[in-house]
């Protein structure tokens, strides 16, 4: 460190101070100016080069020697460590709720976990952040080599689009013709064709589909590739009103499932967005002294373990998260490490189907 001059850090808010200290000190070991065992100055003195306190630069260098840049000696000092670490990417999980929330949330959680353990065996350290903080607080964005955003809206990537965050970001979940981002989702309209397959395989007629959150393109894709197949097929199908959600149906969407399922020509088969509002589904079943697997066939988007221990455990489209955390994890370490360039795409993965004792045959 001796060897060459810290200009003072200009202090513009941009960012917090330690984090500008921490990068200064680590581009002068990455660049070669200071190599293995060289000796840094004293705290005070790279201090009073960069113009800030100790503190900050105590703060700066205890995070180098956590990642294994720097090794401190008792009473000799700081030296650059003699075997440089193969520098991890630091990448930021953005998800749009409380990180609890996502947690407990069986969608984000299962993308989160598997982010995590793929990034561990692929040397990505991984943080969740929420989205408003990256809106709201730009310098956020350059802690991280790289952003993984987990099903975010529209209107945040366009914003983020401005801020050229595409570059080495991705998107899980959700994607959408038009944007610069890279997009790995689930193929939702395949997973809405599988289901009207199976339907017609079994030998239903009628059918009846049930969503949520309208305008959402990962709901709107499971409709058309269910309608799409169904027509193909020749089923007739029906579309339920759609509910503002996938935890509870609206009252519209309720009482039109009850009119309907009590009609002497009533649909035999329901395919439902959503694991929760497949168990209300159901519930109005129950109601109507109908069962799944027995009078009428029932298919849910997603597979959480809650499904299995249901009254008549429930058929399931299985989304491919750990295929889509694993391309997620590959493309970030390619262009981000080779130096591969951003191609704006999006990877379709198509899930699967669990079929369980609500599938039945008809007639």
């Given at each position: 460190m001796s060897k060459v001059q810290l200009s003072p850090l200009v202090k513009d808010g941009s960012k917090p101070v330690h984090i500008e200290a921490r990068e200064r000190i680590l581009a002068l070991i990455e660049s070669g100016q200071v190599g293995p065992g060289d000796r840094l100055p004293s705290e005070p003195d790279i201090a009073g080069e960069l113009g800030i306190s100790r503190m900050t630069v105590n703060k700066a260098i205890l995070s180098l020697v956590a990642d294994g840049w720097l090794e401190r000696t008792k009473g000799k000092g700081t030296f650059v460590a003699s075997s440089q670490p193969r520098k991890s990417l630091k990448a930021a999980v953005v998800i749009v709720e409380d990180l609890q929330g996502a947690i407990n949330n069986y969608y984000f959680g299962a993308i989160y976990f598997g982010l995590i353990r793929e990034g561990e065996a692929q040397g990505i350290q991984f943080e969740a952040i929420r989205l408003n903080r990256i809106l709201e607080q730009y310098w956020e964005a350059d802690r991280f080599d790289a952003l993984v955003f987990i099903n975010p809206p529209i209107e945040a990537l366009m914003e983020l689009e401005k801020r050229d965050l595409h570059e080495r970001s991705v998107v899980i979940g959700a994607s959408w013709p038009g944007i610069d981002f890279k997009c790995i989702d689930s193929d939702n309209i395949f997973g809405g064709l599988m289901v009207a397959e199976e339907f017609a395989k079994l030998g239903h007629k009628k059918t009846l589909f049930v969503g949520g959150r309208p305008g959402v393109p990962?709901?709107?894709?499971r409709e058309r590739g269910f309608t799409m197949g169904a027509t193909l097929r020749g089923l007739e199908t029906s579309v339920a009103p759609w509910s503002f959600g996938a935890i509870n149906l609206s009252p519209d969407c309720e009482e039109f499932l009850r009119t309907t399922?009590?009609?002497k020509d009533r649909p035999t088969a329901v395919f439902a967005i959503g694991a929760v509002l497949a168990?209300?589904?159901n519930r109005i079943f129950t109601d109507l002294n109908l069962v799944a697997g027995r009078d009428?066939?029932?298919?849910?988007?997603d597979d959480p373990a809650f499904l299995e221990v249901a009254p008549v455990p429930i058929s399931t489209v299985v989304q491919p998260f750990d295929d889509m955390v694993k391309r997620a994890c590959a493309y970030l370490t390619g262009r981000l490490?080779?130096?591969?360039?951003?191609?704006?795409?999006?990877?379709?993965?198509?899930?699967?189907l669990m079929a369980r004792?609500?599938?039945q045959k008809h007639g």
């Open positions: 990962n709901s709107a894709d399922l009590k009609k168990l209300q589904v009428v066939s029932l298919v849910a988007y490490r080779e130096e591969e360039p951003h191609v704006p795409s999006t990877d379709y993965v198509r899930p699967t004792q609500s599938l």
